[in-house]
């Protein structure tokens, strides 16, 4: 199916009423003032300390009041876009755009024919290039697994290329360190033919900014987004508050905290560069409180996926959210958790969906069948979010007048005009009668998506890329992996 921008026709649910919406963001402003946020990086203390923050320089504690948010919050973009080397592939997150991205982060990858296993350089390629083969996968995101036979300190080389050969999509760069986030600024740069100037007025990749919730910035990640943001580039301030183990357990307390933490990451990022492009990032969801397992496509996950899309309207801020789920297997339970949390997400407006297509087991593994599962979802959804066409041709006032009562319309001229663009044609489903399936061998959808994610890694072709620029992204990842040898990058 071609390449598709999405955006959202419809008017966002609303979970809270304008009264609690306003209680936690002032609780969520008593938190900076009086409890404050510990950043574990002197520069980034630095940098909140000469917009007015107040420094604990003895715990690294960082208390702000609310002129020093709103001063932050009046520079952050609305909306913004992301150029990757195809700019025919351009996305814009902000308003009424959804984009969705690429599971992120995996140690393992699994499929139904050879099982679980460590996540691998050969199947992250092949996660990239099935990203590029499908409409609706907008963005690749910050390594879909992790090839954990490559040197862990240049491994994101090897994972940018990648991103940049097999596929013309944009892509979240890691921002563990400032000097993972340059590579790849610089590597975007290479592909898209322009400068370091330029792509800082054009911004070309993205990162998650992970908060230690809770309220905690480790210095990697501070100066992750501090380079991000000296470059010009788009961050996502996410803080990781699952309710009873990083945040309260009740959904207004972890969403004050939440909300805590990310106007800190924006408050940050605009102290480094004013109008560094954010996201209000949201990741709330609950834990199992039997055995503390991280838990997806809850009722409280759904629920703090649309109130959170609220506090970042307030703000004024494009918005990150996810589709997550935490079954084991591709099978029911993860068809409906990712449901769930989808249907949330799209109704709270979220700019991003991350994580939208193949994450399992909570995030542990990256999956090829709930890879295509994900993606006849998200395909699914899309058809939802086109806006219903009302004029007289659609009226059909003239079919239903040409037809007998109690007769039937598909061989009615209404029906044959509009026959190949009627209804959404699914991947995996089969609609065939229950002999016709089994003559077809009686498989089930997840089996059916086997034979889906093969076939389309044959039909999968390369998007075209310069030789010139090809050489040199070669040649800066070969001297990069000599410079940073076994020290960090």
């Not at 993205?206 to 470059?231: C, W």
């Not at 949390?341 to 709270?348: E, K, M, Y």
């Not at 700019?351 to 890879?371: C, D, P, R």
């Not at 009302?390 to 040409?402: P, S």
């Amino acid at each position: 199916m071609p390449w598709t921008a999405v955006t959202n026709p419809y008017a966002p649910l609303e979970v809270l009423s304008a009264e609690q919406l306003e209680s936690i963001h002032r609780t969520s402003l008593r938190i900076l003032e009086e409890l404050g946020i510990e950043l574990m990086s002197s520069a980034a203390c630095a940098r909140l300390k000469a917009v007015g923050a107040e420094v604990d320089d003895s715990t690294g504690t960082v208390r702000m009041g609310p002129a020093v948010i709103e001063k932050a919050l009046s520079t952050a973009p609305a909306s913004f876009t992301l150029t990757p080397r195809n700019p025919a592939r351009q996305v814009t997150l902000g308003g009424s755009h959804i984009n969705f991205g690429l599971v992120a982060g995996p140690p393992n990858v699994h499929d139904c024919e050879r099982g679980r296993r460590p996540g691998n350089y050969r199947d992250y390629c092949d996660f990239i290039r099935l990203a590029h083969y499908f409409n609706c996968i907008h963005l690749i995101g910050n390594q879909v697994c992790a090839p954990v036979e490559l040197p862990a300190n240049s491994r994101h080389l090897d994972t940018y290329r990648a991103n940049l050969v097999y596929s013309d999509r944009a892509f979240h760069c890691t921002a563990i360190g400032a000097g993972r986030a340059v590579d790849g600024i610089r590597m975007m740069a290479m592909a898209r033919g322009i400068s370091l100037e330029e792509i800082a007025e054009s911004p070309g990749v993205i990162t998650i900014i992970s908060v230690n919730s809770p309220r905690r910035f480790d210095q990697a990640m501070a100066e992750g987004l501090m380079a991000m943001a000296e470059h010009g580039q788009p961050v996502v301030i996410t803080p990781f508050t699952l309710m009873g183990a990083m945040a309260p357990v009740s959904l207004a307390a972890a969403l004050a905290q939440q909300n805590a933490e990310a106007l800190f990451g924006v408050v940050l990022a605009q102290a480094v560069r004013p109008g560094t492009p954010v996201m209000y990032g949201a990741f709330t969801s609950n834990v199992d409180m039997r055995s503390g397992a991280p838990a997806f496509g809850t009722p409280e996950n759904a629920k703090a996926n649309v109130a959170s899309g609220q506090l970042a309207r307030r703000y004024r801020l494009p918005y990150r959210t996810s589709n997550a789920s935490a079954s084991n297997v591709a099978d029911a339970q993860g068809a409906y958790e990712t449901q769930m949390s989808l249907w949330g997400a799209v109704l709270g407006h979220g700019n991003l969906i991350y994580h939208a297509a193949g994450w399992q087991e909570g995030g542990l593994t990256a999956s090829f069948e709930k890879f295509v599962l994900d993606v006849e979802m998200l395909q699914a959804m899309m058809e939802f979010l086109k806006p219903i066409v009302v004029d007289e041709a659609e009226l059909g006032f003239e079919a239903i007048k040409g037809v007998r009562t109690g007769g039937h319309f598909f061989g009615e001229a209404h029906t044959l005009e509009r026959y190949e663009h009627a209804f959404y044609q699914p991947l995996v489903s089969d609609w065939q009668n229950y002999e016709n399936w089994q003559i077809k061998g009686g498989k089930d959808a997840t089996q059916r998506a086997t034979d889906v994610w093969k076939r389309a890694l044959k039909e999968y072709e390369e998007p075209r890329m310069d030789a010139a620029i090809r050489e040199a992204l070669d040649a800066y990842v070969d001297a990069r992996r000599l410079e940073i040898g076994g020290g960090e990058p």
